[in-house]
């Protein structure tokens, strides 16, 4: 592996500052790995800037030099987009950390990529305003990873994935040029949205430092309601019938049995015994009007279920959602022995297609033979099959044949490869199969020119959402 000269180390200290390098083996380690199963190479160095001066410093002189760069905040990505595959620094904006700026009257917060979500949400909960995103790691995930990844989350179905709270950004460009993107303002028409462009790049264009993001008033009052089912066609019937209604879900769930079982401690609520998939919907309204609204669709959902539980306790609403939340963590307990692990697959459908779409994902499943759970958000037909895989040549041929049966189901019901977790380095092969089934591989042809005008020396995290062979 070639590794920095004394000089370009030298340079990039100098305008980074010492003590925001990381420089020994034992600081560098836990940067090798994110929170999948994807271990990438130890960086050279860990740069940990304070400001989008000194990262621009640092991109001149690595893309001057030829240096590999790969971006990371709170290492919760689920497809290695943020360990290095191939050498190089790591830059870590986690000591930008502050919340700068706060409009309630205009509806947005200024942040630096470094806020974790759940720590945004406290500070904004005391001026009853949330934002809304929400992905399952939220206490760890950032503002910065979750625009990088167009993250969504248990509330999607509702206020949709990050793309649709971001108004602007200040971001700087794989050759160092700082740049600022969008308003504060809600609509403008003023050429090319760049803004859109950053949100999803996984850190292939530049590091964002800073992002201008919408919030929400809190809702007044919410309540919950769990149903249990046989068949998933059933669930979808139900769901659908709810917000046919005019009923839209603030979260819509569904969980597998195998799933409600690694929870079901935590949830602590009886399961019927004929149960095979768990149905949970929130809906949100005012104090005057819940009541209404619930009722309305509990008589929904008891044409297709015969156990219906509701819940307005707000006490006990927080500890089923904390249990759904950790549902992955929960699914690793049911490991074979320590060294199987948990993938998490990740593909969307419209909600429609996804009875169907399940079905044929468990028949494919089935034929390999392997364990496998299913979850997620069924609102807006998002599906995590969860993959326990031996960690070996043979157990991970497996898996990637099986990725590639399931994403080629997906892509045949108007679906897509990735929803909400990126495509990093695991999911890269698949993107290209999507586009080669819609006959559009020049797509990714613009999106790699794209990426040559924000990094015309390819040096920012390579090997991610586009496949690269090593040499």
Same mark, same amino acid.
């Given at each position: ?9 030298? *340079? ?44 621009? =410093?640092?991109? *001149? ?19 290695? =987009? ?87 950004? $200040? ?113 949100? =309204? ?43 963590? =929960? ?69 990637? $044949? ?30 290209? $199969? $999507? ?37």
């Amino acid at each position: 592996m070639k590794t920095l000269s004394s000089d370009i180390i030298k *340079k990039i200290v100098d305008v980074a500052g010492k003590n925001n390098v990381l420089f020994t083996k034992e600081e560098k380690i836990p940067y090798k790995n994110d929170a999948s199963y994807i271990q990438g190479l130890l960086p050279e160095l860990v740069i940990m800037p304070e400001n989008a001066d000194q990262i621009a =410093s640092v991109l *001149k002189i690595c893309s001057s030099n030829g240096v590999n760069v790969t971006v990371r905040s709170g290492g919760t990505a689920l497809t290695g =987009s943020s360990v290095l595959q191939y050498p190089g620094i790591l830059i870590n904006t986690m000591k930008m950390d502050k919340i700068l700026d706060l409009n309630l009257s205009s509806r947005y917060v200024v942040c630096q990529p470094g806020v974790r979500l759940d720590k945004l949400n406290e500070y904004l909960k005391k001026y009853n305003f949330f934002y809304p995103p929400d992905p399952a790691s939220s206490r760890a995930s950032t503002v910065g990873g979750s625009i990088s990844t167009n993250a969504g989350g248990l509330r999607a179905v509702k206020y949709g994935a990050t793309k649709e709270w971001v108004l602007g950004a $200040e971001f700087v460009t794989g050759n160092g040029n700082i740049i600022t993107t969008g308003e504060y303002t809600l609509k403008r028409s003023a050429g090319y949205d760049i803004t859109a462009l950053l949100i999803g790049s996984e850190g292939t264009l530049g590091v964002l430092t800073k992002a201008i993001l919408k919030i929400e008033p809190l809702p007044e009052e919410s309540g919950r309601i769990l149903s249990f089912f046989r068949d998933i066609s059933e669930v979808g019937m139900a769901i659908s019938d709810v917000k046919n209604a005019g009923i839209t879900p603030l979260i819509a769930e569904f969980m597998d049995l195998q799933t409600v079982d690694s929870i079901r401690d935590r949830m602590n609520i009886d399961i019927p015994e004929y149960t095979q998939f768990l149905l949970m919907i929130d809906i949100d =309204s005012t104090k005057k009007s819940l009541n209404d609204k619930m009722i309305q669709a509990e008589e929904i959902i008891k044409k297709y279920s015969s156990d219906i539980i509701v819940i307005t306790d707000k006490g006990k609403m927080d500890e089923i959602y904390n249990a759904r939340k950790g549902a992955y963590s =929960s699914l690793l307990k049911q490991r074979e022995n320590d060294k199987q692990i948990v993938i998490i697959g990740d593909l969307i459908v419209p909600a429609s297609e996804l009875p169907d779409t399940m079905k044929e994902i468990r028949r494919k499943i089935d034929e390999h033979k392997i364990k496998a759970t299913l979850f997620g958000h069924i609102g807006d037909g998002n599906i995590h099959a969860n993959i326990f895989a031996e960690n070996t040549v043979d157990g991970m041929k497996i898996v990637d $044949e099986l990725q590639m049966e399931i994403a080629r189901i997906a892509i045949s019901h108007r679906g897509c490869v990735s929803a909400e977790h990126g495509i990093g380095t695991e999911k890269n092969i698949l993107l290209y $199969e $999507e586009y080669r089934k819609k006959n559009s591989l020049y797509t990714l042809e613009l999106m790699k020119n794209i990426k040559n005008v924000f990094d015309p020396e390819n040096i920012m995290n390579r090997g991610k959402i586009f496949y690269e062979k090593q040499d």
